[in-house]
């Protein structure tokens, strides 16, 4: 089972952008890969993922034309770019990985803090 790691969040203005890396510790190549965030006093949502092994992709309405998933299977590397940031998009970003059968995300990375400022 692959370890994920986080980084690339931090503190940006309303408007600007951040891109969230996802580093595994293994091939991501037969997982499907998505992106979470909860935000202070809500429960953890979904953000963006692939849809199976393919190269089609899913957002949550929120975020969708602003954010974009990627992924680099020989780097075993998932990325979110974030675009046109908004207050509301302030929250823990949590990198997930669930095995091609699976129905639920059952590998976790720590998670990186985001915060839009207004």
């Known amino acids: 089972q692959v370890q994920l790691v986080e980084s690339g969040g931090g503190l940006v203005q309303t408007g600007g952008s951040l891109r969230l890396s996802c580093a595994a510790s293994?091939?991501?190549?037969?997982?499907?890969m998505g992106w979470f965030r909860q935000a202070p006093g809500k429960e953890r949502e979904f953000v963006a993922g692939f849809r199976g092994s393919g190269i089609s992709t899913t957002y949550a309405d929120s975020v969708k034309g602003r954010f974009t998933i990627a992924r680099d299977n020989a780097k075993n590397m998932a990325y979110l770019q974030m675009n046109s940031l908004k207050p509301e998009d302030t929250a823990v970003y949590y990198c997930?990985?669930?095995?091609?059968?699976?129905?639920?995300?059952?590998?976790w990375g720590q998670g990186t803090q985001v915060t839009v400022s207004s």
């Open positions: 293994g091939r991501i190549s037969n997982y499907v």
């Open positions: 997930a990985a669930r095995g091609m059968a699976e129905s639920k995300y059952s590998i």
